[in-house]
């Protein structure tokens, strides 16, 4: 829709490679929404899905480890990019 609006072309594959490549260098920027944070600890082990966005699993965990979340999450699953 952007794209065609915009009158330029757009692979949106790789420009969602692109976005999730430029802010991982600022992974240390980035903190916890703690309302998130702490619904994710309460419902460890009794919740089994949580919605994550299409991103790739390696940045979705990363994330989860710089914030020190990860552990609360038995298995990671996105959207197939």
């Known amino acids: 829709m952007l794209s065609a609006e915009q009158g330029r072309p757009l692979d949106p594959i790789q420009a969602s490679h692109e976005k999730e490549a430029a802010y991982l260098p600022y992974l240390s920027e980035i ?3 703690k309302p998130i944070a702490d619904i994710a600890g309460k419902t460890t ?6 919605p994550w966005p299409p991103a790739a699993s390696s940045h979705i965990n990363a994330v989860l480890e710089h914030l020190g979340l990860l552990h609360l999450f038995n298995t990671v699953v996105t959207a197939k990019m």
């Open 45 to 50: 082990g009794k919740k089994s899905r949580w």
């Open 31 to 33: 903190r916890e929404i």
